[in-house]
């Protein structure tokens, strides 16, 4: 299943908000999205959750992953994203009040 994407917008941004709806996606939704192979997808996973980055539930024959927002460096991430996000909305605020 590929990310909704809206005319005019970051597809990024639509991609990061289609994972955060979603919450944990299986790893070959995240090989489509990041646009490599299943195969790289399942063994760069593999390692994030070695590291404690990326929570792995197996279902059935599905291995279901997400960000774990419990380890410092999981926090980081997700604050990082907040922050892209909050200076795209500003930047278009801007953007708006220039035109």
Do not use: C, W
Request: charged content about 30%; overall charge positive.
């Amino acid at each position: 299943m590929a990310a909704p994407r809206a005319r005019g917008r970051d597809p990024l941004t639509g991609r990061k908000r289609y994972l955060e709806r979603t919450f944990h996606s299986t790893m070959r939704s995240v090989a489509m999205l990041a646009g490599v192979s299943v195969n790289r997808a399942v063994s760069v996973l593999n390692e994030l959750v070695r590291l404690g980055l990326v929570r792995r539930r197996d279902v059935g024959r599905s291995a279901l992953v997400s960000l774990d927002r419990e380890n410092e460096v999981g926090r980081l991430i997700a604050a990082i994203a907040d922050v892209r996000d909050a200076v795209l909305r500003r930047l278009r605020q801007g953007a708006r009040a220039v035109s």
